[in-house]
């Protein structure tokens, strides 16, 4: 009789012990699924030089007359179907914006419904081959920074939810001929900054409050 509550301390201990290791079992394979469902890649650049027709226009015939390469999938192509993702918004906060396949990727979005937002540096938004007029005309909400120091960033918000970011500007000459690249990731705690950060300098860039300052 005596050995009874020591054996039901034992079995308790067994319990907890067994208990803890479940949890913990369960926790380390709910955080790996949870990893292998997010995205997070790296892309490098130059990008090699592909047609990408095929991203804009899926049912596009392969006849279709072009010299470029096909069927190819590139750094350049992949963030553009990263871009094309979006279904509800996109978040751009970029210094300098000439790259036509990128501008028709938004334009695309724009056309489908996706909410825009372009935030970009004065001076370059009005340099030659600029797309920002181009994105503007169409319709979309562009703020431009104009305060003394450079508005440098170059990182694309998807749905609030994927976060683009890096060295690469998105003109034809970072694509295709400079050494950049980019991080494209889902993980909350680097997206949620970059959210964060974004409807911060939209805010300081109001024009309307901008104005209000200036009276
Ligand atoms: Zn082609």
Known sequence: MNHRPGAFRWVVSLGVVALSLSLEMLFWLFSRRRSE?????????PSEVACVEHIFSPTLPHSHVCSLPHGVDTSFSRLLRYIL??????????????????SRAVLLLHSRGVTIRVLTD?????????Q?????????CVRCDASAVH?????????????ITGSLNWTLTAV???????????????????????CRLWGLNDPAQYLSSKK
């Open 85 to 102: 993702s979006a279904c509800y918004s996109l978040d751009l906060c970029l210094f300098s914006f000439s790259n036509m396949d990128l």
């Open 122 to 130: 004065k001076v370059y938004s009005a340099i030659s081959g600029s």
């Open 132 to 140: 920002i007029g181009v994105l503007r005309k169409a319709g979309i």
């Open 37 to 45: 469902r997010i995205t997070n890649k790296v892309l490098f650049f």
């Open 151 to 163: 508005m440098h960033h170059k990182f694309a918000v998807v749905d609030g939810r994927m976060l």
């Open 176 to 198: 295709q001929s400079n050494m950049e690249n980019i991080i494209i990731t889902e993980e909350p705690d680097l997206v949620q900054p970059f959210v964060k950060e974004f």
